[in-house]
Each structure stands twice: as C-alpha cells, then as structure tokens.
C-alpha cells in the first residue's frame, strides 16, 4: 500500500486531502508542524508527501530541499500544495526539487491526477 | 566725637577707596579685568543707593511707615523685564559705541547734536540736586557726630569751614582722576566700577551692622522691637498703610517713577549700559540687583522704630542711622556706619559727575566748539587732550553747581524730596528711550517738542516752588499762582488738586511729554538719517552685528581718517582701531580711499569718544560726504526698499517651494507606504480567505462526485463546510471592521473609570472562563482610575486580550490574571495567562495584520486580525500594546494608555455621561 | 533646559505683572492688618516675603535663558 504524508496544519484541509488519497488506497500520516517532517519521513519513508508552504517552525520550501538532501529523498516525490500562487513562488517551489505545484485552492480533480502520476501502481 | 578723628577715618577711607580703584585700573591694564564678572556688575548698579537710602529711608520711615519703600520695588520689579528691554538697551549701546543717555537719545533720533544737548541740559539740571543732596548729606553726618542734635544749616557756617565745599573738593579730584584718565573708545573705566562695586559693599556691610546692633543688641529680635513700638501709638501708625486714595496714588505713581528713574538715571546708564562688558551679565544682575535692595531696606523700619523710642520724635530721624549707635556709646559702629554713609553718597557723586562730564563734553561743549569755524577743531592735532580738559572743568563745574545749590537751598527740603525732584526729571527721557528702541514711527521732533515740554512742566511744578519756600519767591506763587491765577498753582495745575507734588508732576509732564512726542512724531516725517537709526535701534536683534554703512556715507582718504582718529583718539589707539578693521576685514593693506563701511567704522570710533552727533559732524568736515540731494537719497533708499523687497520676496518663494517638496517628498514616502501596507493586506487577506475556500471547494467538490458517502462522512464534512464559512464571515466582518478604524480616525472619549472598564469586559467573558475551568485573578485599584477613552473600543480591546488568554489556557490548571497598575501619568491594564507562550521571535509579528503566532498550539479560531486591532486602538489613545512571554510560561499582554490628571476625579456624573 | 528667548520673556513679562498687583496697592490694604506673627508687623513681613519670592522666580526664569549673544526677537 502506498503510504503518503500529509504536511498541512490547517485541519479543515487536512480533511479532504486524507479522505481523497485514503480512496486512491493509500496509508496516510498526517503531520502538522514543520519539525515534525523529518522524523516522520525517517520513521516510515512515504512514497508522497503532500506539503503545505506555510508551516509552523519550518516552511515547505525549507522542508523540501531538506529532504532532496537526504539519500533516500530522491526517491520521494513531492507535491506542494499552497496559496502561494505567483510565479516566482511556483519556480522557487521547483527549484527547491517540488515534483509538482498546485495552488490552493485547487480542485479535486487536479489533486487527484497529479497524486496518481506519482504514486506507485499500487 | 573728635572732628580730628572722624576726619581720619575719612581720609582713610577715601585713600582706600582710591587704591581700589588704582587696582581695578591697573588689573584692566594687564589685561586681568576684575570688571568682566557679573556680581561685580551687580554690586556696581547698587550705586542705585546713596545717602537717599542710606539716611533718608530711615527719616522718612519714620514719618510715614512703608511709604519709603516704592523707591525700591520699582526697580525690583523693572528689573524683572532687565532681560528684554535692558539686554536691548546694551545691545544698541554697544554697536552706537553709546556714551551717555544723551548720547543714546541724540544718536537715536538721526545723531541729532540739538537733542543730544537739550537732554544733557535735562540730565544736568535734574541730577545737579541731587549731587547738593549727597554733600549735604555728608556734611550733616559730619555736624550730628561733631556736634550732636544741633541744627547743621549750612548756611550758617562760613564757606571754608564748610564740610560739604571740602567733600565736593575731594569727589572731583577722585572724579578726574578715575573718571577721565584716559579717552577710551568704549568710554569705560574700570577702576572706577571696581571702586563703585567696594562701596557698595561698604555700605551694605554698614547698614546692616547698624540693623543687627538695633535689632538683636538693644531689643531682643525684631518681633521684640516692633512690640516694644507698638506701645507708643504713633509708632503702631508706621505698622499699616492708610487705605486712601491718597495713599493708592503716591504709592503706585512712586513705584512707577522708580522704575523709570532706574532705567534713566544719567549714573545708573553709566554703570548698567555703558560701563557694561558683556550683555550676559544682566542675567544675574537681574536678580541681584534686587536682592541687594531688599537686603539694604530690611532694618529700615526697625532702625526708625528703635530711633523714635530713643529719641522721642522724629526732628533728627534722618540721622537715627548714625544717632542710635552713638547714643549707645557704640563708638566702633558709629564710625562704620559714619563710612557707609560716606560710601553711598560718595559713589553716588563719582558716577554722576562723571556720568554727567561725559554728556556736557560729547554733547554739549563739543558740538558748539565744533561750530565756531574759528577754531577749526576739527583740523587741530592732538585733542584728545582738549576733550579731557574739557571733561575735567566739567567735573568740578558740576560739583560745584551741587555745592552751590546747597547754599542756596538751606536746609529746607528732606533728602528723599530733592532724591524724588531727581527722579521726576530723569522720568523726562521715558518717551523718546521706550518710543526710540520699540517705535520706528518717533522722529527728532516729537522727541524734542516732548523732552522740552517735560522739563518745562517738571520745573514749573516742582524745583521752582522750592524757590518760594526758600524765600526766593513770595509764598503766594504756591498757594494763589503766578499774578493770582490759580489755573497756574504749580502744586495744582488747572485746579488738580487731588494729587501730591511729585505724582502731579509726573502726571502733567508723562501726559505732555509722551502725548507731544507721538503727535510730533506721527506729523513729522522722519529724514533719512532718521530713519536709518530707528531700524538700527529698534530692529538690534535682528542684526547679527553692527550693520554696514548706510549707502549715502561717503568717502574719504585714508589718511585724513587716520589723521581724524589720532587727533581724537591718539596715536596708538587710532592705529589700533584701523589695525582690528584690517584683520576683521582680512585686508593686506588699507585701500587708498576709504569705502563707505570704513568711514562708518571710523565714525562709529569717534562716536565713542565724543559722542554720535558730534562725531557726525566732524565726518562731514573730513570725509567727502557725496553730494546727494534728498532726491537722490529717496532714489537710494526706493532702490534699497525694492532690492530688499524683492530678495525677500525669493527668499519667501524659496521657502515656500522647499516647504512644498519637502511636503511632497513625505506624501511620496508615505503613499510607498500606504501602497507596501496595501500589497501585504491584500496579499495576506487573500491568504486568509483562500484557506477557507479552500478546503470548502475541496469538501464541496468530493460531496459532489462520492455517491457512497456515509452518513458520518458526510455529517463529518457538513460540518467542517459550517465551520470554514463561519470563519470566512468572521474575516469579512473583521476586515470591514478594520477599514472603518482607519476611516474613522476620532475616539468617542470620554472620562471614564478604567475599572469600570475591566470590569465590563470581564463580566462579558466570565462564562467563558467558568466553562473552561480558568481561575481568574483581578487585582484593581481602590481609588477611581480616571481615563480620557473610548469606551467601547477599549472594552474591545480587553475582550480581545481575554478571549486570546482564554483560547491559550491549555494548561492543566488555566490560570488568567486581569491588573490594572498605575505609575505616574499611565495606566497599565495586563492580561497574564499560564498558557503555552510565544516565542520571542514571533512576539513582534502576532500585532501585524493576519499573522497568527503559529507555535501557540490550540483551536486556531482567530482571524489574525484581533490584535492588530487591538494594537491600532491603544495607539489611537496614545498607549502601548505590548507583550512579555516566556515559551512555556505563559504571555502577558499590557495595555498601557495614559491617565488623567487625578484632580478631575471623574464623578459619578461624568459616568454616567459616557454612552 | 534652556529656554527659548521668546519664552523666557513672555514669563518675565507675567511675573513683572504679577509682582505689579501683589506690591501694589489695594493688595497692600489686605496685608495691613494690625495683626503681628511673632512680634513682627504683617504688613512689613508680607511686603519682604513677596519681595524675596519675586526674586527667586526671577532669578529662576533667567537662569533658564538662553545665552544673550543668540539675539532672537526681544519685542
């Protein structure tokens, strides 16, 4: 079963996502606050993460690069979910090696087709 | 007493006086002035009081109770306005190089040498009794402790027995010899202050020994003597003043006239405005001055009081000062207050005469000299010596004048009599002195048809009447008029009967005096030269230094300048002179012809050595005035007005387009602002609002496409779809609610009780507390905490800071504490709570618009926007928001505003006021 | 703090007036009681106390002044 962890803090977002890629047959872990990215990922590597940008303690850029750092974080991907919609915004999101960026507030659908791009078949 | 030894002790005490003053001559020489020093200004200005106070305050103390003491108040409270309008004075003598009061108002009103000389004549005739005074009064403390309680009539003695011809001998020698050693551009003399400024301490130092003896020696204290007094009825009389108009009138009119006499007296000039060395001085001596009076008027009472009880009446009151002591056999006090006596009327005598030669040389005898062309004074060499000369004879004239006046008088009048004919005539030179430094509208001739009207008014009203009761005059030019006309009564001037001599003079003559003087001035129109000096005089301040030549100067030779400025000066300190131009004017050399700003610098010299008019008129025989005719000079001046006109009017328009672009300028700076502000809000707001939208679309949008939703489910996202709406609506309302605050930036404040305030935000939130289990502490002053607020808003405000505390208290035992403190003039209202804290980086942020501490763990329910409300209503009442944290000890929130002033204790009233 | 010129003299000015009406005279009649403190008149006590106040008030305001040489507007 694929395992993804949503990085959110807004628990009415936090919502929707978890219901979305529990039904795409998923394990989902949900988290948060920044700091408590990297233990989760250390304690069970997701295969997704779905990461907010503004985040207690750490923001998502930050996180992001952190674990494209890690050896095993290439192998994660990444897709940042966020109100920051400006340009520069969305090339500072790849750059920081986001697989993908979505801007709130999205639709469904485009979460949903994005997440199967990247998820294993499961 | 022995004449023999009092005749020693004076001799001594004059050869002291001159080694004072030979110290004080020699110190300045070296360059070691003893002058610059402001409390040796001060004590030089007490030559204010002479025998007059020194014997005569005592006699007529004695007759009339506190009545002598306006003389003194006057310039006590003149001296209160020394820093504007004496400072003023100073000022415009130093930069006229102003010799004299005659000089002063000679060269105020276009150097006019005819009104320079009319108010010498006024100073010499005015002042010239008053010098009869001090040597009479000499002379009389000489007869009453050679010959006790016998009538001193000068008349009486043969001339060469006479004390007074022999101390009128004895002042002019010191006179000339410190009073004219030498001609000074500054026209100063610093031995002579230095000696002025020792006497006055002598006869402070006299007085005062006499009260003490009087006081704590024969009575014990002054509530022991005035009781002892009090016994005698006439004696309790001096204790009060009559409440008569009488009285009303010559107690204001006489402190009145003292202040004028203060400011006009010919010697208090010398010492105050010429003798001056640094303006700065005036501010201590401002005060000084005064202080000094005070001391010397102390024990005046009490040493008239002790008088009458020892000697029974007031017949010899004017000598109780010498009389007391030496009844008592007090020898040693005697002689000292015999010294203080002769102190005080010795320096009253010096800087009068010398005061007085100064104005009769430069104002009188010069200018007339200068007219005879036979003598072409203006051509000869070497005057300097001829001005001193003329100085010298001056001296002795005027003291001679005064001895003779003693003769001539008898022994009629009192001391403070002559002392007040003095002050009036001096009072003569209050319009055109006030009118010359505050009114560019007075000319020469309103001055002069006053001055000439004054004086003939004060010698009709007052030193002619002496006359008739010297036997000079029949009795009935007093009582009936001249010729039976008794419109003409000098003591009742068309029939005013009401009024005592001295303010009825001063009535008739301010009212002629000062009336002909603006009429005069308002119908004549001011020349040029006129008009030159009232800008210099009245504008001083606002010149940095002595102003440039006026355009129509002139030229002039070099070398006839210099020539011109030996002869006056002599040689080295005309050479002097024309070396300081040259190093001030940064010249190699002096050009061949002079411009017009030397020939002014050269004239403003010679200004300083003999005067304003007459330095004028000896320019005009040496420097080739330019021939201008009045047409000319009005096409000088017309010019002049239009340049400065027009230089003003860019100087305006410079201003104004500064001021415009530093307007600008802020606008910008503040619209970047405004539009940075603007960015982050929209920014931010959508933030806000795209979090709820958010996960409202994302439910909205799977409710729409899951057909096998269970109930829960849906329930679960119903919900969450009702909460995220509330939210929304909470954000619009708090965005409106923040527009409307920057919109409207007026308080609705009122007085209010800061605890009524917290008292109402706490009862709105207490059901809240109660359901969460908080403990609350309040801790609230007993007394009313009056505060200048907004009701409402602050209510607001408090709500929002307990409603946050409420929202943190995640701790096991929730502990909030609501105090209200004051320091000073601010209330301090803090919400503590024990929550989970803010880190101290983000305690700056949580104010800012829509940025929430996001570490604070718990239900999120705000918006972001309450505290930077919050914030912006405290500062609208001119206080703080502030908070203090500890991560995991909690937050504290202050509310400081400031208090009302605690004497309008809002009362119940103002409360129920505030809606 | 030094003071600037123009208030300096505008507080001159009203302790001129102030001492003008407390030595002047129908003030002077309020003092004139036959009453003594301590042996001494009040009249002479009141006259010699207003007198030393006007003094220190005086000399108070001027120690304030700022330097003469700075000029500035003395009407």
């Given at each position: 079963m694929p395992h993804v962890l949503i990085v959110e803090d807004e628990p009415s977002i936090v919502t929707p996502l978890k219901f979305l890629m529990e039904q795409e047959g998923c394990s989902v872990q949900i988290v948060s606050d920044g700091a408590a990215v990297m233990p989760a990922i250390a304690a069970q590597r997701p295969d997704l993460i779905l990461l907010d940008v503004m985040l207690p303690s750490r923001n998502g850029y930050d996180l992001c690069h952190a674990i494209r750092e890690r050896?095993?974080?290439?192998?994660i991907a990444i897709i940042m979910l966020t109100v920051k919609g400006r340009e520069v915004d969305i090339e500072k999101g790849y750059a920081m090696g986001a697989d993908a960026y979505i801007t709130k507030p999205f639709a469904v659908a485009d979460v949903v087709a994005t997440a199967r791009r990247y998820l294993p078949d499961a | 007493m022995s004449t023999t030894l009092l005749l020693l002790v004076a001799t001594a005490y004059v050869s002291l006086l001159f080694a004072v003053a030979y110290y004080g001559d020699e110190r300045a020489e070296h360059g070691r002035s003893l002058v610059n020093n402001p409390y040796i200004y001060a004590l030089s200005l007490a030559?204010?009081?002479t025998a007059w106070t020194f014997y005569g305050s005592v006699g007529y103390a004695a007759t009339t109770g506190i009545n002598f003491l306006p003389i003194y108040i006057g310039p006590t409270l003149i001296a209160i306005l020394w820093w504007g309008l004496m400072r003023k004075i100073v000022r415009i003598s130093a930069h006229q190089r102003i010799t004299s009061i005659a000089d002063f108002i000679g060269a105020r009103y276009g150097k006019s040498a005819v009104l320079a000389g009319v108010a010498t004549v006024v100073a010499v005739i005015g002042v010239v009794p008053y010098i009869a005074v001090q040597l009479k009064a000499i002379s009389t403390s000489f007869g009453a402790l050679t010959a006790p309680l016998q009538d001193t009539a000068a008349a009486g003695v043969p001339i060469w027995r006479d004390t007074a011809l022999y101390a009128a001998l004895v002042l002019a020698a010191f006179t000339i010899l410190f009073g004219t050693r030498h001609l000074d551009v500054t026209e100063r003399h610093e031995g002579l202050v230095v000696a002025i400024a020792f006497e006055s301490v002598v006869k402070l130092a006299a007085f005062l020994a006499v009260g003490l003896f009087v006081t704590f020696g024969l009575y014990d204290g002054l509530g022991d003597l005035f009781q002892h007094g009090a016994a005698v009825p006439s004696i309790e009389a001096l204790y009060t003043v009559e409440a008569s108009t009488g009285a009303f009138a010559d107690w204001m009119w006489l402190t009145g006239l003292s202040m004028l006499a203060v400011l006009f007296l010919p010697r208090q000039f010398q010492v105050t405005v010429v003798e001056n060395v640094n303006e700065d001085h005036l501010r201590k001596a401002a005060w000084l001055f005064p202080l000094y009076l005070l001391l010397i008027n102390l024990f005046v009472l009490p040493i008239a009081v002790a008088g009458l009880l020892h000697h029974g009446d007031a017949t010899h009151a004017d000598m109780f000062v010498l009389l007391v002591p030496f009844s008592e056999g007090q020898t040693a006090l005697t002689l000292f207050a015999f010294i203080g006596g002769l102190s005080a009327a010795t320096s009253m005598v010096i800087v009068a005469t010398t005061a007085l030669s100064t104005m009769i040389c430069n104002d009188l005898v010069v200018p007339l000299l200068l007219r005879i062309p036979q003598l072409n004074l203006a051509r000869r060499s070497r005057l300097t010596g001829v001005i001193l000369g003329i100085r010298r004879v001056a001296i002795v004239v005027v003291l001679l004048f005064g001895y003779l006046y003693l003769r001539g008088l008898g022994d009629a009048p009192s001391l403070v009599s002559i002392g007040l004919i003095s002050f009036a005539a001096v009072a003569q030179f209050a319009p055109a002195m006030l009118g010359g430094i505050f009114w560019k509208r007075g000319t020469r001739t309103g001055a002069l048809l006053g001055l000439v009207a004054g004086v003939a008014i004060w010698g009709y009203t007052l030193p002619l009447p002496l006359l008739a009761d010297s036997g000079w005059l029949p009795a009935s030019f007093i009582t009936e008029g001249p010729f039976g006309i008794g419109a003409l009564r000098p003591y009742a001037l068309l029939g005013m009967s009401e009024l005592n001599p001295v303010p009825h003079t001063l009535f008739w003559t301010m009212l002629a005096n000062g009336g002909l003087y603006v009429v005069g001035s308002l119908a004549t129109r001011p020349s040029v030269m006129e008009q030159s000096q009232a800008s210099r005089f009245v504008d001083v301040f606002r010149h940095a230094g002595p102003q440039g030549a006026a355009p129509w100067t002139g030229s002039a030779p070099v070398a006839d300048l210099r020539a011109l400025l030996r002869r006056f000066l002599g040689w080295r300190a005309a050479d002097r002179a024309l070396q300081r131009y040259r190093t001030r004017h940064d010249l190699k050399a002096l050009p061949e012809r002079a411009d017009e700003e030397l020939v002014d610098y050269v004239e403003t010299l010679l200004a300083g050595a003999i005067g304003a008019a007459s330095a004028q008129a000896v320019m005009g025989s040496v420097a080739q005035a330019k021939p201008l005719h009045i047409g000319e000079v009005m096409d000088i001046l017309d010019e002049t007005q239009q340049l400065m006109a027009y230089s003003r009017e860019l100087e305006h328009k410079k201003a104004e387009l500064e001021a415009a672009t530093e307007e600008l300028r802020d606008a910008n700076q503040k619209l970047k602002e405004i539009d940075h502000l603007k960015d982050e809000f929209v920014s931010t707001v959508s933030h806000e609002l795209r979090t709820p939208l958010t996960a409202i679309r994302a439910i909205s949008e799977i409710m729409h496409q899951t057909t096998d939703l269970s109930p829960e489910q849906q329930r679960s996202f119903a919900t969450t779809i009702m909460r995220e709406t509330e939210r929304l609506t909470r954000l619009v309302n708090q965005v409106l609610d923040l527009e409307r605050l920057d919109a409207t930036p007026v308080l609705d404040r009122a007085l209010v009780d800061l605890r009524d305030v917290v008292h109402n935000a706490l009862s709105a939130v207490r059901p809240q507390f109660e359901q969460q289990a908080i403990t609350l502490n309040v801790t609230l002053p007993d007394r009313p905490c009056p505060a200048r607020i907004d009701r409402d808003r602050m209510t607001q405000v408090l709500l929002n800071l307990l409603s946050n505390a409420a929202k943190y208290s995640t701790d096991a035992d929730p502990q909030v504490a609501v105090r209200v403190t004051r320091t000073n003039d601010t209330y301090a209202v803090s919400v503590a709570d024990n929550g989970p804290g803010i880190p101290a980086d983000q305690q700056d942020a949580i104010f800012e618009k829509f940025r929430q501490a996001r570490n604070r763990v718990g239900p999120q329910a705000g918006s972001g926007l309450g505290l930077a409300i919050a914030r912006q209503i405290v500062h609208r009442h001119g206080g703080t928001l502030t908070v203090k944290s500890t991560p995991g000890a909690g937050a504290t929130f202050t509310v400081q505003v400031p208090a009302h002033p605690p004497e309008s204790v809002p009362s119940s009233d103002h409360e129920a006021s505030v809606s | 703090m030094p003071m600037d010129t123009l208030e300096v003299q505008r507080r001159l000015i009203a302790l001129f007036v102030a001492g003008c009406m407390l030595l002047g005279y129908p003030l002077l009649t309020v003092y004139s009681l036959p009453q003594t403190i301590g042996g001494i008149p009040m009249l002479y006590l009141a006259i010699f106390v207003i007198w030393a106040a006007l003094i220190g008030a005086s000399a108070a305001i001027l120690h304030r002044a700022t330097g003469g040489s700075s000029g500035g507007a003395s009407q």
């Open positions: 050896p095993e974080g290439n192998d | 030559v204010y009081c | -």
